[in-house]
Each structure stands twice: as structure tokens, then as C-alpha cells.
């Protein structure tokens, strides 16, 4: 059974005993002589249900801890405790009800335990991983309280002990959310403890404090590739013959203009806002740059607001495909079409004849690959090589395929895979934000570039004349290509790790900029509060990252690349996967290496760009690396 089905089935589990035990507490009248056999059944009945679901819960959490700690601590730390003090208070109220004696006693208790284990299950849903102490006494007051009410009441306590415990109960109630709301007023945390606690103006203990924006591509050197990107609204018509309100940095399509390099030019992306409000900013995604560069508002610059500039240089030193996009409010600048491709060609050029760059979007109700929607057609030659840069611009995972000939997987977020082999009838799966190349050799017939998305937005490659027209779809029904265990080649040898960062993803009730929200959060935290993993330059980090919960989160490292050492336990044995967007599904567990040499203060984050807006977002912190940019603020920055 999955990970995933077995969180599911103890939350089941877990409400089922509290939700029956409940009922048997209600059930159980308060009067003895005149009790029917039918209300003592089905009280025991009752009990009887709760009290296996209980177990079942147990064995459940037993089952979770073998998948990993992050999956059953609190609910062995806070819910078992809970659990087992609800049933015990349960069982011998039971036996008094059913006895006759102390009926007002028995009842409290029953109820009692069945707020306790009511807690229980709510250990997993307020305080969660890695559990917190005064968390679970803050609920353990509160079953105190419930159930010294619940006395009041079944026993006629009259109406000043009734509002004694309501009151003390309320009280409790605002003042937890009250600290709740306070934690999330606190001042942000997202550079390293080091930094933060000597900050700018003095360096103790050795430490020097570098500011973000000193850590910049100096000028002049190699050939300069200069651009201009202006971003703006538009309207882009596609070939379906829809109009969609866009907002883009240039060209007519949906997707900005194709920023190509070549391997040794400097670099140079002159952006303007013209009328985007919210303000724009770019980050080159998988492409790792000065930490000063990464375009990142509120963490390596100010939002760029509309009549403003800002100037990106880098080095086109690391050959592959990359993405654009700004990261300022980005959740619905990029759905909305702030985004393009970044290719760097090697200094050689590109071994295929044709090559195309193929971001996969939605926009308007329309899939767009590339600059439009519907069937695009490509001509190639029989035996020409042909190489497609997938980019999976979306906020969900998306399968993509070549159908009609062999192809194999050159290249996965900008890094070439070694022995990489031909694969045919296979789906790719790319999460948000991932890349992957694919490479044939042209057949005499057509073939055809298909994602799950869209049965009608296609590219079709094609010797000049012929058709697919008699290709069946394939992509939803082939099986995926594990890239695990694809390709080959020796693990390279990064030395012992120095450094360590878990990343346990949820969702629970927090507050989140002042606002009660479900949210998206790492370690209990929500952005900006979530600790950074803190490293020093050199260091080697093993990074965990465990998903609790039921939504699939495709993480984002911004500045590196992080080779992939298992997925669940199982090793990755195909060739060295370096990737910068690790797509975590529910109740997965990836082990990462991570090479600490790109200092700076570098975001670390969920690219569905809805979850990093509610929250899940934090950083890898390098130590005396400070910024003087700010979430929110006068700029308005959403490092989202
Ligand atoms: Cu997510």
C-alpha cells in the first residue's frame, strides 16, 4: 500500500474511534432505571466501532513510521498519548454507565475520552511534523477544559461552572491563535542564524556579512550577448482563432522571445516594465547564476514596477535548456504568460539538424506548446537528428512523448544524461517546472510530439509531404520512463556530507500574511518563517524531502543542482540525475546531494506557484550572507 493511502487511512481511522466514541457518550442516557436494552447495545456498539478504528489507527501508525519518521511522529509522540488516555477515561466510564453507577461521572468520562482522542487526531493536523510540546499542551489543556464543561453540563453544575469552563475554554481558544497569528507577524527568517544574529554593520566571530547584491556578474569579458525585454500586457491571437488578454516580455506568441546563447558569451537581459502593476522581475530557472542575479523580489532585488529597469548579466557557461520567468507575485504572472525559453548552445553548436524549444502551458482554457495552440508542423528530412526542449511551464506535472519512432532523453533540466538509450512507447513525466531533451533520427514517416494535456496541441515532424494523420495517440496510455533508472554512468564522488536539511511538506491551518489559510507549509512553517537550511561554501548538504501530504509538490533548489541518491529508500541506479525541480508526489521520500558552491541567499520552493504563494517557500541559506531587500514592504515584493 502507498505511503499515501495508508496517511489517508488513518486520518480515516483515527476520526472514525473519536467520531463513534463521541456518539457513545451521547448515546448514553442519563437515566438508569428506565434505560432499554436497545440504548445499552447500541452504546456498546458504538464503543465497540470506536475502539477498533482506534487500533486500526494504531496499526496504521505503525505501518507509517516503518515508511519514515516524518510520516508518524506526532501521531506516536502526541496522538497514541492522546488516544491511549482517551480510551482508558472511555472504557471505565463505560463500565460505571453500564453498571448504573456514577451515571453523571460516566458520562463526563466518556465524552472526556472522546475529546482526547479527538485531539489525538488533530495532533496531526495543527501541530504536525516535527511535533512541537507546546502545541500538544496547548491541546491537552484544551481536552482538560472540554471536558470539565462537558461535567458541567451532564452533571447539572449549575450555570456559573457552565460559563467558568466555556470561558477559561475561549480564552484558551484566542490566546492559541493569538501566538499563532504573533509567530506569523514575526520577523522573517531566510538568511542563516550567522548572518542574521552579527548582521550588516558587524562582523563578529570572523564571519564577513556580503550582501546579496554585491554577489553580481561583473561586466565586460567575452562576447556580449545583449537583449531587451519589455514586459507588458497583450493580446495574443492563436491559431485556434482565440484571443487571450496576455501578459508576456515581447513576441507574439504566449511565451516571450527565445533567449538562445552560446556557450562563452556574457549574457546581458536589459528588462523593462512597462504596465505589468504588480511588478515583474526575471529568474532564469535551472540556470545557476550569482546569487545577486537570480531575480528573485524581496530576497536578491527590489520588484521591478511599471517604468522601472533592472539589468541581468550572466555567463553562458553551462550548455542546456532552461526556463525564464519572473518571481516577483509569479503565481499569476507566469500563468499568464511571463515566461520563455533560455537556451545555451555549446560552443560547437548543436550536433541535430533541428531544434526546437517547446514550453508546454495553459492559458485561456487553451494548451500552448511553444508560441500558439493546435497542430504545428515541422519539416525534417529522412535520418536528419532532431532535438525537442521540453519545458513544463504548468503548475502540475504534465506525460509528454514522441510517437512514430525510438527517441531517447539527452538531456533533464539542463544537464546531459549519460548513456542515455532509446526509448519508444514510453511517457516522460516532467514536473512544474522541469525540462527534459529529447533526440531521434527522423523517420520516412511522421511523428508526432504529444503531451497529456491536449489531444489537439500537437507539433507534427515530418519529412516534407507526409502526414501522422493515421498515428494513434499514445501518451496517455504508455507507461512512464522512470529516469532513476535510465541511462548509466558512475556516481561521482562528491565527498562526505557536511551539512544536513530535511523538508517535510504539509498542508495545515496557519496564518499566512496575517490571514487565516489552509496552507502549504515545510516543517509545520509557512514562508517566511520556515528555518533555512544553513550551509557554509563547500559544504556537501544531504537534503531529505518527505511529502505528508496529498498533493504533489515539484520543489524548486534556485542557484544549484541537486544529484538525486533515492527515491523511497531505492537508490537511483541509471546514470548521475542532476536536477534543479525534484518532483515530490504524495508520501515520497527523495534523498538529495547538494554541492554548497554558489553562495548567497537562494530560494527553495514549491513550483506549483499556487502552494508557494500559500506559503511553501524557504531558503538555502549561505552563512554571512545577508539581504537588504524585504517580503512585501514598500516595493510590494512576493518573492513568489
Ligand atoms: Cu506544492
Known amino acids: 500500500m502507498t505511503t499515501a493511502a495508508l496517511l489517508l487511512l488513518h486520518a480515516v481511522a483515527a476520526l472514525a474511534g473519536a467520531g463513534l466514541w463521541l456518539a457513545a457518550g451521547f448515546t448514553a442516557g442519563p437515566n438508569a432505571d428506565r434505560r432499554a436494552r436497545s440504548e445499552r447495545m447500541t452504546v456498546l456498539a458504538l464503543a465497540a466501532g470506536g475502539t477498533i478504528a482506534l487500533l486500526a489507527a494504531g496499526v496504521l501508525t505503525a505501518l507509517l513510521a516503518g515508511r519514515g519518521w516524518w510520516f508518524a511522529g506526532e ?139 554585491a554577489l553580481r556578474t561583473p561586466a565586460g569579458g567575452g562576447e556580449v550577448h545583449a537583449v531587451e525585454m519589455t514586459a507588458a500586457r497583450h493580446e495574443v491571437t492563436l491559431a485556434s482563432g482565440d484571443t487571450i488578454e496576455a501578459w508576456g516580455f515581447g513576441g507574439d506568441g504566449v511565451a516571450g522571445p527565445e533567449l538562445r546563447a552560446t556557450e562563452g558569451d556574457l549574457v546581458e537581459v536589459s528588462l523593462e516594465n512597462r504596465d505589468i502593476d504588480d511588478g515583474v ?74 531544434d526546437l524549444a517547446l514550453p508546454v502551458h495553459r492559458i485561456g482554457g487553451e494548451v500552448v506548446i511553444g508560441a500558439t495552440d493546435g497542430s504545428q508542423s515541422f519539416d525534417a528530412a529522412e535520418g536528419e537528428t532532431v532535438r525537442l526542449r521540453v519545458a513544463n ?30 526509448v519508444e512507447h514510453r511517457s516522460v513525466r516532467l514536473g512544474a517546472g522541469a525540462r527534459a531533451d529529447l533526440v531521434f533520427t527522423m523517420p520516412a514517416t511522421g511523428v508526432r510530439f504529444e503531451t497529456d494535456l491536449s489531444e489537439a496541441s ?12 493515421d498515428l494513434p495517440s499514445e501518451v496517455s496510455d504508455v507507461p512512464e520512463l522512470d529516469l532513476l533508472s535510465y541511462g548509466s554512468g558512475d556516481r561521482p564522488d562528491i565527498g562526505p556530507f557536511t551539512a544536513e536539511g530535511a523538508l517535510v511538506l504539509d498542508r495545515m491551518p496557519r496564518f499566512l500574511g496575517g490571514v487565516p489559510s489552509y496552507a502549504y507549509t515545510v516543517n509545520g512553517e509557512v514562508f517566511p518563517h520556515i528555518a533555512p537550511i544553513e550551509v557554509r561554501e563547500g559544504d556537501v548538504v544531504k537534503i531529505t524531502i518527505a511529502n505528508r501530504g496529498f498533493d504533489v509538490h515539484p520543489m524548486h533548489v534556485h542557484g544549484h543542482h541537486v544529484l538525486v541518491l533515492s527515491r523511497d529508500g531505492v537508490p537511483a541506479t541509471g546514470a548521475p540525475l542532476w ?34 504563494a500559500q506559503g511553501m517557500m524557504m531558503t538555502l541559506a549561505y552563512d554571512g550572507i545577508t539581504t537588504p531587500f524585504e517580503h512585501a514592504g514598500a516595493h510590494g515584493n512576493r518573492p513568489e
Open 579 to 612: 536536477l534543479d525541480t525534484v518532483d515530490v508526489r504524495p508520501g515520497e521520500v527523495w534523498e538529495l546531494a547538494l554541492v554548497a558552491d554558489n553562495p548567497g541567499i537562494w530560494m527553495d520552493h514549491c513550483h506549483d506557484l499556487d502552494h508557494a
Open 281 to 354: 522581475t526575471l529568474h532564469w530557472h535551472g540556470y545557476d547564476v550569482p546569487n545577486g542575479e537570480d531575480g528573485v523580489a524581496g530576497v536578491t532585488q527590489d520588484s521591478v514596477a511599471p517604468g522601472e529597469r533592472f539589468t541581468y548579466r550572466f555567463v553562458a557557461d553551462q550548455p542546456g535548456t532552461y526556463w525564464y520567468h519572473t518571481h516577483q507575485a509569479a503565481s499569476e504572472g507566469v500563468r499568464r504568460g511571463l515566461y520563455g525559453m533560455l537556451v545555451v548552445e555549446p560552443r560547437g553548436g548543436v550536433a541535430e539538424s533541428l
Open 75 to 213: 501521531k506516536v509522540t502526541v496522538g497514541i498519548p492522546f488516544q491511549l488516555m482517551g480510551l482508558a477515561a472511555g472504557v471505565v466510564g463505560l463500565a460505571w454507565w453500564i453498571r448504573g453507577i456514577r451515571i453523571p461521572s460516566a458520562r463526563t468520562l466518556m465524552l472526556g475520552g472522546a475529546w482526547a482522542m479527538a485531539a489525538g487526531v488533530l495532533a496531526t493536523w495543527l501541530v504536525g511534523y516535527p511535533p512541537q510540546p507546546i502545541a500538544a499542551a496547548v491541546l491537552l489543556v484544551a481536552v482538560l477544559l472540554a471536558t470539565g464543561l462537558t461535567w458541567a453540563l451532564v452533571a447539572h453544575r449549575g450555570r456559573r461552572a457552565i460559563a467558568g469552563f466555556a470561558g477559561l475554554l475561549a480564552v484558551l481558544l484566542v490566546a492559541g491563535l493569538g501566538w499563532s497569528w504573533l509567530s506569523d507577524m514575526a520577523a522573517p527568517s531566510i538568511e542563516a542564524s550567522a548572518a542574521h544574529a552579527h548582521g550588516d554593520a558587524a562582523p563578529a566571530g570572523g564571519v564577513t556579512s556580503i550582501p546579496v547584491t
Open 393 to 422: 511551464t504548468e503548475r502540475t506535472p504534465i506525460r509528454v512523448t514522441v510517437a512514430g519512432t525510438p527517441f531517447r532523453v539527452a538531456a533533464v533540466d539542463g544537464r546531459d544524461i549519460e548513456g542515455a538509450t532509446d
Open 458 to 469: 500537437v507539433v507534427v515532424i515530418a519529412p516534407a509531404g507526409t502526414t501522422v494523420d
